[in-house]
């Protein structure tokens, strides 16, 4: 009657969409058939986070190239009276890892007033520019404001 039947031959995709098995049986024949039963593989079931966090430690495992930046800022004094060698020595002295500062010079802006240029090194893993800016201008009594010239990946 209305029996399905797998022949197999040619039949790659009616098993596929009706479940038949190699054995040429289908599922359209088993009454009680249950897709979410028991398979017989009696491997324990992985945990979802466990293979998160199992992905996560093979990418950090990964030795890649370290990304880094070269950062161009310029930082202006508060006023025309501010040491410009203290205000070099102020954002020199800020130090963190990944940081490293490059050489400085100071520009003119106008009416003898002049600007800090400084060129420094980050590595993009250790080093946010957002903390970097936050340091810089903690120096509130040398530093009026800073501008990020030119952000280069390195």
């Known amino acids: ?10 039949q790659g995709q009616r098993r596929l969409w009706l479940g038949c098995s190699q054995a040429g049986r289908c599922a359209a024949d088993d009454d009680d058939f249950d897709p979410f039963a028991d398979d017989g593989d009696d ?6 986070v466990s293979a998160i966090a ?10 890649g190239p370290v990304g880094k930046s070269s950062i161009l800022m310029d930082i ?14 102020a954002i020199r002295a800020i130090n963190m890892e990944g940081l490293t500062w490059g050489a400085h010079k100071f520009v003119d802006v106008a009416f003898g007033v002049k600007k800090l240029q400084i ?5 993009d893993d250790l080093v946010s520019g957002d903390d970097l800016e936050d340091a810089i201008m903690a120096n509130d009594e040398l530093v009026q404001s800073m501008d990020i010239v030119a952000w280069n990946k390195v």
């Open 1 to 10: 009657g209305g029996e399905v039947r797998c022949d197999g031959a040619g």
């Open 119 to 123: 060129l420094c090194t980050i590595i």
């Open 76 to 89: 202006k004094p508060w006023d025309a009276e501010t040491n410009l060698d203290d205000l070099a020595g």
């Open 43 to 48: 491997a324990p079931a992985e945990n979802p």
């Open 54 to 63: 199992a992905a996560k430690a093979a990418q950090t495992a990964k030795v």
